[in-house]
């Protein structure tokens, strides 16, 4: 699993800027993206068994926390909610269909602000920050 470089102040600023946008309307975009999460993998939705106003607002904020530390790269506490994630029952694939559905919740949001250095911005990040989860979760140490 090759690791991406790191993300230049431009695409932090991009993410951040755009997130500022996305944030502000968060009262809908929780709902938007595990809506198309669950349209995409309806095999996750069991997953999922509590109140899914509170997931999604534990998602959101769980986001704007990785948006606003991009610049000291990927949290430290991303290897501990990577581990909670298994006791979950999430699996190395579900990666890739959440970031998915994040990128196209974002582009449904944002609309003509979905530009494509932003779109590359966030596809980055999202790279950095799930490998770094997937790596800590599921690759043994050697």
Do not use: C
């Amino acid at each position: 699993m090759e690791v991406p470089q790191p993300l230049s102040s431009d695409e932090i600023a991009r993410i951040r800027a755009s997130f500022d946008r996305f944030w502000s309307l968060s009262s809908g975009t929780g709902k938007l993206f595990y809506d198309r999460l669950f349209e995409m993998a309806p095999e996750v939705r069991p997953l999922f068994q509590g109140d899914m106003a509170i997931q999604q607002r534990k998602f959101m904020a769980t986001l704007a926390t990785i948006v606003g530390n991009l610049d000291e790269g990927v949290p430290s506490w991303a290897t501990t909610l990577a581990k909670h994630h298994v006791d979950y029952g999430v699996r190395p694939e579900h990666y890739s269909l959440v970031g998915d559905a994040l990128l196209w919740s974002l582009e449904n949001a944002l609309g003509a602000e979905w530009t494509p250095a932003v779109a590359a911005s966030w596809s980055k990040a999202y790279a950095l920050v799930s490998e770094h989860m997937v790596r800590a979760a599921y690759v043994p140490s050697t």
